[in-house]
Every structure is written in structure tokens, then in C-alpha cells.
């Protein structure tokens, strides 16, 4: 979940001593089909199958207000939902290995958004975790998805847990994609790593908060060997337990 607008000012300051892309956008458009035309504009949706996930999941049921523009937003219990050019992004990252039938890991699954993205994509034989620290956002998610797909829920193909996702989700390990929805200032999980399948694949922010982070690819090969590759500068608030979460 990237940081909030509260928190702009201290990043501000942060920026000066690091530099990061450019990844705000700030598309604001009328409709969910708008939101992914600019999207796909601006090349950050480049392949259908990721268009047709964003598609078919309305924005406006995970996200309280200004669900169409391309920024970040609150969602209550002091966490944010991701602006949706970065949701495009991990789709376009971990599409290789959200094929029909593939197991994903969804920490930091906030409104539940990118959990029902990714199901959309592993298709009713696949499965998808989505796992936050905080219960009432977990029950807000799971009354987001039922109100978008109720079967969903019902045939399992959407699990919503609360948990502390630093640790991952065992029971139902290991994982062809996990996705960490905030920054691992300490360094990758190693339950996280623990979890990932061979030839599997995580996306992950790493680093300290207000300093700057770098958004890590994670493959494990056949033979369970991690390859790491960073992939660009940004800015996600800590991955963490509810005590520790940064008021917005």
C-alpha cells in the first residue's frame, strides 16, 4: 500500500536525499473502463490478460472515494489502497505465473482489490490468500468481494485472513506468486522466501520508510535457488503489525 498524502511532506523532504521515478500519474477518469484506456495509454497495461482482470473488477467496490483517479487513497484503519498504475504493474510483473490453476499470496491485502484481481487471473482452479494485520480491514475486504463475486468466497477461490503476512500463510504454501503490498524495511521475510514455489515469483518493496526503498523481483528456480533483481525506486508504508501502523 503506498504512503498516504499525509505523510507527502516528510517524503518530500526524503526526496531530496533520493531521488525515485516518476510513478504518479494522476490520471482522474469517470469510469473503471476509462481508468484502464489511460492506463493502457500510458503503457503500463500492456497485455490483455491483465486487461481483462482490471476490467472485470470494478475499482469503485474496493475503493471509498475517487476510485477511477490514479493515486493512492485511504480505506480506513489507518491504511491506504495502492494507486492503480502500480496494481497494473505487479499484474504485468507476476503474469507469468498467474496462469490458470497457480496458488498467490496477497500480503497487505488492504480492501481486497488486487486479491480479486489476481483470482481473475488464476481462474476457478487456482487459489488466492489475501492476508492483512488488521481484522476489520480483512472483514471490510471480505464484505467488498461478496458485494463484486459472492462465489468467489463460497467455492474457495478467495481466502481473507487476518494474519501478520511477514509470516506468510503456511496452510496453504507454497505459493507460485506471493505479492507484499508494503515495505520490508528490514529485508525479505524469510518465511515469505520459505513459501515461494520453484519457479516461483515475489514482488516486494524493501528498505526503510521515509528513506527510500526499492521494489525487488524474487524468482526461485526449479531447483530452489533465489535470484534477486531491483526494479525501481518507491515509496510503501512498512510492512508491519497493527501496533506499529502509521496513522493517516
Request: overall charge neutral.
Amino acid at each position: 500500500m503506498f504512503v498516504s498524502r499525509r505523510l507527502s511532506l516528510v517524503l518530500s523532504q526524503a526526496n531530496k536525499r533520493q531521488k525515485f521515478p516518476r510513478m504518479f500519474f494522476m490520471t482522474q477518469s469517470a469510469s473503471n473502463d476509462e481508468l484502464i484506456d489511460a492506463l493502457k495509454r500510458q503503457k503500463v497495461v500492456k497485455h490483455e490478460d491483465v486487461e481483462r482482470a482490471m476490467r472485470s473488477v470494478d475499482r469503485g467496490f474496493y475503493c471509498p472515494s475517487n476510485a477511477y483517479f490514479d493515486a493512492p487513497e485511504s480505506i480506513g484503519y489507518g491504511a491506504t489502497i495502492s494507486a492503480p498504475h502500480m496494481h497494473a504493474y505487479a499484474l504485468e510483473l507476476l503474469r507469468d505465473q498467474l496462469k490458470p490453476g497457480a496458488k498467490v499470496l496477497d500480503v497487505g491485502s488492504g480492501s481486497g482489490y488486487l486479491t480479486m484481481c489476481f483470482a481473475k487471473m488464476v481462474g476457478p482452479n487456482g487459489k488466492v490468500v489475501g492476508i492483512d494485520h488488521i481484522p476489520a480491514l480483512v472483514n471490510s475486504s471480505i464484505e467488498n468481494v461478496r458485494r463484486d463475486c459472492p462465489e468467489y468466497l463460497e467455492n474457495g477461490l478467495i481466502k481473507l485472513v487476518a494474519g501478520d503476512g511477514r509470516k506468510g500463510f503456511l496452510e496453504e504454501a507454497p505459493y507460485d506468486a506471493i505479492h507484499v503490498g508494503a515495505a520490508a524495511e528490514e529485508g525479505v521475510p524469510p518465511e515469505l522466501l520459505r513459501q515461494l514455489a520453484p519457479k516461483g515469483r515475489m514482488i516486494i518493496p524493501v528498505g526503510p520508510t521515509l528513506v527510500g526503498q526499492e521494489l525487488e523481483q524474487i524468482d526461485k528456480d526449479i531447483n530452489g535457488h533465489v535470484h534477486r533483481k531491483m526494479l525501481m525506486g518507491v515509496r510503501f508504508v512498512p510492512l508491519c503489525d497493527k501496533d506499529s501502523q502509521l496513522p493517516l
